[in-house]
C-alpha cells in the first residue's frame, strides 16, 4: 500500500464528514455488484458498512481491478466521502484508490449476513465467519456492555474482584456432574463453580467477593439454554439477616446491567432482535409452594412438587409476565433435596431452603442462598448428601475459626444475554460454545 493504514478511520466515522472530504477506510466486502459501468461495492468493519462507488468512464483501470473482488476480501480504499440519499446512512465513498489486502478463497464456506438461513452448527463450523455479521457481533458487544456493568455496580458496592482455582480437588456441588482430569499423578475436576473458594474469602474477612470465571458442567442436555462450559458471574457476602439481602443485591445488579445495555445498545438491539431489554420497576418474590399454584391454576402440574422444571419456568414466566408485570421475578423456599449441602435449611421448616433463583423471561439466570456458616450444622448437611465429610475437610475448616453469617449467588452470563436479546439457542452467546457434542474450534 502507498497509503498507511494509520490514516484508516472507522467507517462509522464516514457519516459525519462533510461531503467532499477524503478518506480512506478499510475492511471487509459484503457485496460487490456491476451494474453497468458502474461498480458498488459494500465494505464492512467492527463499526458498520458504507459503499463505495466505482465508475468505468472515469477510472477503466480501477474498475477492472474492482471487478475481480469478491465477497470478504480484504481491502482499503481511499476516496471522496459523497452525499448520497439512496445510500447507507446517505453518504457513500467515491474511490480514488483501491488496495487488495487479502483474498477470501471462493466460494466462501458461508454467507455471514445469511445467518438466519444457515444452521446453527454449521455457523459454528465456521465461526470466524459467522461473526462478521453485525448482528452476530452485536450480541458480543452486549455481553461485554453487560458483564462490565455488572462488574461496575459490584464494585461500587463494597465488592472485590478475586480469581479462584479452576481445577479442583473434589466436586464443589458434590455431584457427578464434573470433568475429571489429571493434576499431574493426582485425581482432580475442573470447577463447578467457585462456591468453596468464595466461602473461603468470606472466612478470610474479605466480606464482600465477586469473580466473573468458566465453570464447568457435564451436563449431557441438547437445550437451547446449557452449555457444559459457560461464565459465571459469581458474588459472596458477609454480615447478612437473610438470603434476602443477597436478593435484593443481585436484583439491583442484573437491573442496573440491563439498563446500561438498553441505554448504550438499546436502538441496535432493536434493528436486529425480537425484544429489546426492559427496565422491570418492580421484582416480585414468590415461593416455590406459590409457584406450584399458579401453574395449577392454570392447568399445569409440575410433575415433582419439589422443584420446577424448564417447561414450568417458561410458563411462569408468561404468567408473572401478565399478571405481575414483570419480566424478571424470584421463586424462593426451593426443597432441600435438589439444594447443594452448604444451603441453609429453613429454621422453622427444614426440608425447605434460604434459597432463591432468579428467573428473566421464563428462564433461571441466577441461583442463589444464604449459607450454612455454623461449623457441625455444615458437617451434619455433608452426611445427609451422602458425600464423604473427610473430602471437604479444607472446606470445614474455614468454618471452625469464626464465619459470619453469609450468602451469595451465581448469575450465568450467556443465559442473562439470551433472555435481554430474546434468543432462541444459548449457543449463540457463547464465542465458541461446549456442548456434549462439541470440542472444536
Same mark, same amino acid.
Given at each position: 500500500?502507498?497509503?498507511?493504514?494509520?490514516e484508516? %478511520?472507522?467507517?462509522?466515522?464516514?457519516?459525519?464528514?462533510?461531503?467532499?472530504?477524503?478518506?480512506?477506510?478499510?475492511?471487509?466486502?459484503?457485496?460487490?455488484? %456491476?451494474?453497468?459501468?458502474?461498480?458498488?461495492?459494500?465494505?464492512?468493519?467492527?463499526?458498520?458498512?458504507v459503499?463505495?462507488?466505482?465508475?468505468?468512464?472515469?477510472d477503466?483501470?480501477?474498475?477492472?481491478?474492482?471487478?475481480? &473482488?469478491?465477497?470478504?476480501?480484504?481491502?482499503?480504499?481511499?476516496?471522496?466521502?459523497?452525499?448520497?440519499?439512496?445510500? &447507507?446512512?446517505d453518504?457513500?465513498?467515491?474511490v480514488?484508490?483501491?488496495?487488495?489486502?487479502?483474498?477470501?478463497?471462493?466460494?466462501?464456506?458461508?454467507?455471514?449476513?445469511?445467518?438466519?438461513?444457515?444452521?446453527?452448527?454449521?455457523?459454528?463450523?465456521?465461526?470466524?465467519?459467522?461473526?462478521?455479521?453485525?448482528r452476530?457481533?452485536?450480541?458480543?458487544?452486549?455481553?461485554?456492555?453487560?458483564?462490565?456493568?455488572?462488574?461496575?455496580?459490584?464494585?461500587?458496592?463494597?465488592?472485590?474482584?478475586?480469581?479462584?482455582?479452576? %481445577?479442583?480437588?473434589?466436586?464443589?456441588?458434590?455431584?457427578?456432574?464434573v470433568?475429571?482430569v489429571?493434576?499431574?499423578?493426582? +485425581?482432580?475436576?475442573?470447577?463447578?463453580?467457585?462456591?468453596?473458594?468464595?466461602?473461603?474469602?468470606?472466612?478470610?474477612?474479605?466480606?464482600?467477593?465477586?469473580?466473573?470465571? +468458566?465453570?464447568?458442567?457435564?451436563?449431557?442436555?441438547?437445550?437451547?439454554?446449557?452449555?457444559?462450559?459457560y461464565?459465571?458471574?459469581?458474588?459472596?457476602?458477609?454480615?447478612?439477616?437473610?438470603?434476602?439481602?443477597?436478593?435484593?443485591?443481585?436484583?439491583?445488579?442484573? @437491573?442496573?446491567?440491563?439498563?446500561?445495555v438498553?441505554?448504550?445498545?438499546?436502538s441496535?438491539?432493536?434493528?436486529?432482535f +425480537?425484544?429489546?431489554p426492559?427496565?422491570?420497576?418492580?421484582?416480585?418474590r414468590?415461593? &416455590?409452594r406459590?409457584?406450584?399454584?399458579?401453574?395449577?391454576?392454570?392447568?399445569?402440574?409440575? #410433575?415433582?412438587?419439589?422443584?420446577?422444571?424448564?417447561?414450568?419456568?417458561r410458563?411462569?414466566?408468561? @404468567?408473572?409476565?401478565?399478571?405481575?408485570?414483570s419480566?424478571?421475578?424470584?421463586v424462593?423456599?426451593?426443597?432441600?433435596?435438589?439444594?447443594?449441602?452448604?444451603t441453609?435449611?429453613?429454621?422453622?421448616?427444614?426440608?425447605?431452603?434460604?434459597?432463591?433463583? &432468579? @428467573?428473566?423471561?421464563?428462564?433461571? %439466570?441466577?441461583?442463589?442462598?444464604?449459607?450454612?456458616?455454623?461449623?457441625?450444622?455444615?458437617?451434619?448437611?455433608?452426611?445427609?448428601?451422602?458425600?464423604?465429610?473427610?473430602?471437604?475437610?479444607?472446606?470445614?475448616?474455614?468454618?471452625?475459626?469464626?464465619?459470619?453469617?453469609?450468602?451469595?449467588?451465581?448469575?450465568?452470563?450467556?443465559?442473562?444475554?439470551?433472555?435481554?436479546?430474546?434468543?432462541?439457542?444459548?449457543?449463540?452467546?457463547?464465542?465458541?460454545?461446549?456442548? +456434549?457434542?462439541?470440542?472444536? #474450534?
Amino acid at each position: 500500500m502507498s497509503s498507511s493504514l494509520k490514516e484508516r %478511520i472507522r467507517i462509522a466515522d464516514v457519516f459525519s464528514k462533510n461531503n467532499g472530504e477524503k478518506v480512506l477506510i478499510a475492511g471487509w466486502i459484503e457485496a460487490v455488484r %456491476i451494474i453497468g459501468g458502474v461498480i458498488f461495492i459494500v465494505l464492512r468493519d467492527r463499526s458498520g458498512k458504507v459503499q463505495a462507488v466505482i465508475k468505468k468512464n472515469i477510472d477503466e483501470k480501477l474498475f477492472n481491478e474492482a471487478s475481480e &473482488l469478491g465477497s470478504e476480501d480484504v481491502v482499503a480504499i481511499k476516496g471522496e466521502v459523497k452525499e448520497a440519499k439512496t445510500s &447507507l446512512g446517505d453518504r457513500e465513498i467515491v474511490v480514488e484508490k483501491l488496495y487488495t489486502i487479502s483474498r477470501a478463497t471462493k466460494p466462501v464456506p458461508i454467507v455471514p449476513e445469511d445467518w438466519e438461513k444457515t444452521n446453527i452448527n454449521v455457523r459454528l463450523d465456521w465461526r470466524f465467519l459467522d461473526l462478521r455479521a453485525t448482528r452476530n457481533r452485536l450480541i458480543f458487544v452486549v455481553t461485554d456492555e453487560a458483564v462490565n456493568a455488572l462488574r461496575e455496580f459490584y464494585r461500587s458496592n463494597g465488592f472485590i474482584e478475586v480469581f479462584t482455582p479452576k %481445577i479442583v480437588s473434589e466436586a464443589t456441588e458434590g455431584g457427578a456432574e464434573v470433568f475429571p482430569v489429571i493434576y499431574f499423578d493426582k +485425581p482432580a475436576f475442573l470447577a463447578q463453580s467457585p462456591q468453596l473458594y468464595k466461602q473461603m474469602m468470606m472466612a478470610a474477612g474479605f466480606e464482600r467477593v465477586f469473580e466473573v470465571g +468458566p465453570a464447568y458442567r457435564a451436563e449431557k442436555h441438547h437445550t437451547n439454554r446449557h452449555l457444559t462450559e459457560y461464565e459465571s458471574v459469581d458474588i459472596e457476602m458477609s454480615f447478612i439477616d437473610s438470603h434476602e439481602d443477597v436478593m435484593k443485591m443481585v436484583e439491583n445488579a442484573v @437491573i442496573y446491567s440491563i439498563k446500561k445495555v438498553n441505554e448504550k445498545y438499546g436502538s441496535y438491539i432493536k434493528q436486529y432482535f +425480537p425484544r429489546i431489554p426492559e427496565i422491570p420497576s418492580n421484582v416480585p418474590r414468590i415461593t &416455590l409452594r406459590e409457584a406450584h399454584k399458579l401453574l395449577e391454576n392454570k392447568g399445569f402440574k409440575q #410433575p415433582d412438587p419439589n422443584d420446577l422444571d424448564t417447561e414450568g419456568e417458561r410458563l411462569l414466566g408468561e @404468567i408473572m409476565e401478565k399478571e405481575y408485570g414483570s419480566q424478571l421475578f424470584f421463586v424462593t423456599e426451593y426443597s432441600w433435596l435438589y439444594r447443594p449441602f452448604y444451603t441453609m435449611k429453613k429454621p422453622e421448616e427444614p426440608s425447605l431452603t434460604r434459597s432463591f433463583d &432468579l @428467573i428473566y423471561r421464563g428462564t433461571e %439466570i441466577v441461583s442463589g442462598s444464604q449459607r450454612e456458616h455454623r461449623a457441625d450444622v455444615l458437617e451434619n448437611q455433608i452426611k445427609e448428601k451422602g458425600l464423604n465429610v473427610k473430602n471437604f475437610e479444607f472446606f470445614i475448616k474455614f468454618f471452625r475459626y469464626g464465619m459470619p453469617p453469609h450468602g451469595g449467588a451465581g448469575l450465568g452470563l450467556e443465559r442473562l444475554v439470551q433472555m435481554m436479546l430474546g434468543l432462541k439457542n444459548i449457543r449463540e452467546v457463547r464465542l465458541l460454545p461446549r456442548d +456434549p457434542e462439541r470440542l472444536s #474450534p
